[in-house]
């Protein structure tokens, strides 16, 4: 019992002397309270899907009725700001190749005679390739603007069409900030807990203190512990202000249930501090920690579905993204945020972070034994 309580007591001084070395270093404060808060204002601003203001050219061969309604919806659209006119297609392709236009419309001949005989009428759209997302997403503000189109002429001419009704689940209004928001969650905290964990060794090797850590009568596990305490606690306050200021300032609904999104966060933060340590256990300096915390750092990002999915990535990429906590805890964070994603969903994406966490962290403990064996 005395041994145990003497443990206990030991952990708990290993602790609070590791925190207080991070909250102590002042820049390391600037960082921690600061960077989270101007982060998530720039993420909230600048990560739109949402394409606004562009200029549109349109190229039209006659002056027809559907032509005019056409011309009329584009220019009526929220999401271009100018529609200019051009002659011929060449002229629009010159405007295009030196960025005038984000891209155009050729209208065809006759489009009325074609509508009033029943047959299709086409336009042509032609985008800069050069930014392809921007044209992706314009192009489908286009054809949605010609179905629109196309329905009403066609009821015109030939009464009331079949009604579609599209709904978009989860988020009915398809906006953008509810599918980047809680991804800042798992992005922005991982990162931090990394950079705060990568120095944990590194810092005391280099300024020579590392040496009273290993005459410390500490098991590997406690100064482990110690070491884990700082970067998962930053990743918990990091994660604790992203989940009130998320629905507070940008709106975005959190309907799942709270305890399960901090399980899953207490698992994706305990695994990262454990990569951190271990890294920082492997290098010599701050320098070299500092590198390989970046060496992981873009592949934990780009391989967890925030830039892109991870369906859309190579059979043997997927794989490796299965390994990646990342990729499990963003979805759980976003289907807690936006579907209420039920208990037994959320879990079946924990099982492969408890591995890796489990592996990790035996990882960091054997590493943190050997440096202490060798005497730092």
Not at 261 to 266: I, K, P, R, V, W
Not at 274 to 291: C, D, H, K, P, T
């Amino acid at each position: 019992m005395m041994s145990a309580r003497l443990a206990l007591t030991r952990l708990f001084a290993v602790m609070a002397k590791e925190l207080r070395v991070v909250l102590r270093d002042k820049k390391a404060r600037t960082t921690l309270i600061i960077s989270p808060v101007v982060q998530l204002l720039l993420f909230g601003l600048a990560t739109t899907l949402e394409v606004r203001g562009v200029d549109i050219g349109i190229v039209a061969r006659d002056n027809g009725a559907a032509t005019q309604a056409v011309v009329a919806a584009i220019d009526a659209s929220p999401w271009f700001d100018e529609v200019k006119r051009y002659p011929d297609a060449d002229a629009l392709r010159d405007a295009i190749d030196i960025q005038r236009v984000m891209g155009g419309v050729l209208i065809g001949e006759g489009i009325d005679d074609r509508l009033a005989r029943g047959a299709g009428a086409e336009m042509l759209v032609l985008l800069d390739g050069r930014r392809a997302n921007a044209a992706q997403i314009v192009a489908g503000y286009l054809d949605e603007i010609a179905r629109q189109q196309g329905v009403q002429l066609d009821r015109a001419a030939r009464g009331p069409p079949v009604a579609v009704t599209t709904t978009h689940w989860f988020n009915p209004n398809l906006i953008y900030l509810w599918f980047t928001m809680p991804s800042l969650i798992v992005v922005i905290g991982g990162v931090l807990v990394l950079s705060v964990s990568c120095q944990s060794v590194a810092r005391e090797r280099e300024f020579g203190t590392i040496e009273q850590m290993v005459v410390l009568p500490l098991a590997p596990w406690q100064v482990l512990i110690g070491k884990l305490t700082p970067a998962f606690l930053v990743g918990m306050g990091i994660a604790t202000f992203f989940v009130v200021t998320i629905p507070l300032v940008y709106g975005v609904p959190l309907r799942g249930s709270v305890p399960l999104l901090y399980a899953a966060l207490t698992l994706y933060f305990l695994a990262l501090s454990a990569l951190g340590v271990a890294i920082s256990l492997v290098a010599r300096n701050q320098q070299q920690a500092f590198l390989g915390m970046f060496l992981v750092t873009i592949p934990i990002i780009l391989l967890s579905g925030y830039a892109a999915p991870v369906d859309n990535m190579p059979g043997w990429l997927q794989s490796v993204a299965w390994a990646n906590p990342a990729s499990h805890i963003l979805t759980v964070v976003e289907g807690l945020f936006l579907k209420a994603m039920p208990a037994s969903a959320v879990t079946a994406e924990l099982g492969p972070v408890m591995l890796v966490t489990a592996l990790l962290c035996a990882a960091a403990l054997a590493l943190t034994a050997r440096r202490l064996h060798e005497g730092g």
